[in-house]
């Protein structure tokens, strides 16, 4: 089975389709997959649910979707520094719905289990709890989330070997790990692709089996945030 392609289009190619569910990984700016991302804009498909943790901000990640309209929902857990993301959800023009961020990683990796649903606490008594099965368990109020099963998953890693086992680096393997698990078709860019055998087996995070495409690629190292203090007087 071939994994490796040339470039994000053409691993993404044959696969997308408008009105589709995506699972995107990535925290903020971090491991999100930029290349792929792009790519998806580039084709042009619309009415594209995303569950992502954020959409990125104004000008990169999701947010580029975000710019051409091509996202009509996000199943998020954070607006984050997205300023699209937040006017299009205030003037209706994006459905969003909300989640608890341990819920949102929790519903990516049932469905990536094959759990259809499960019930939490979190959220219990809030506009989250509205609409959903409430069951009580051992004198505890729970309510059921449904696991999420994507059409495809988007994820960026580390490094990857050729079957496609995937390293990812700190705190960049965030949403990516259960985002690339429910997707019933995953595709991954990474900074290296090393020949099979190279990774110690105990460091791999994401084993190959969830992953059926992949690419390497150049990215960008943007900071979200940049904090810095001033230079103390001599």
Not at 27 to 39: K, N, Q, T, V
Not at 127 to 137: C, L
Not at 150 to 169: C, H, Q, S
Request: net charge negative; with cysteine.
């Amino acid at each position: 089975m071939k994994k490796i392609y040339g470039s994000a289009g053409e691993a993404l190619e044959g696969l997308l389709q408008d009105g589709m569910l995506i699972a995107a990984g990535g925290f903020g700016l971090c491991g999100i997959p930029e290349l792929l991302i792009e790519a998806i804009r580039d084709s042009g498909v619309k009415d594209l649910t995303f569950a992502s943790n954020n959409a990125g901000v104004d000008d990169f990640g999701i947010g580029r979707l975000l710019h051409t309209k091509q996202v009509k929902k996000m199943m998020s857990s954070y607006v984050g520094e997205n300023a699209e993301f937040m006017r299009q959800y205030l003037d209706g023009e994006l459905e969003v719905e909300f989640n608890p961020q341990g819920t949102l990683a929790e519903r990516m990796r049932a469905g990536g289990s094959g759990i259809p649903g499960f019930f939490t606490k979190t959220g219990v008594g809030t506009m989250v709890a509205e609409g959903k099965e409430h069951k009580d368990f051992d004198g505890e109020t729970y309510i059921m989330e449904r696991g999420i099963f994507a059409d495809l998953a988007v994820v960026k890693a580390w490094k990857a070997d050729e079957t496609g086992n995937l390293i990812f680096r700190k705190t960049a393997r965030n949403f990516n790990v259960p985002a690339a698990m429910c997707g019933k078709v995953c595709a991954a860019e990474v900074e290296e692709i090393v020949p099979t055998g190279s990774l110690d087996p105990d460091c791999i995070h994401l084993p190959g089996i969830y992953v059926h495409r992949l690419i390497q690629g150049e990215h960008e190292k943007r900071i979200e945030q940049r904090t810095i203090r001033q230079r103390e007087e001599a």
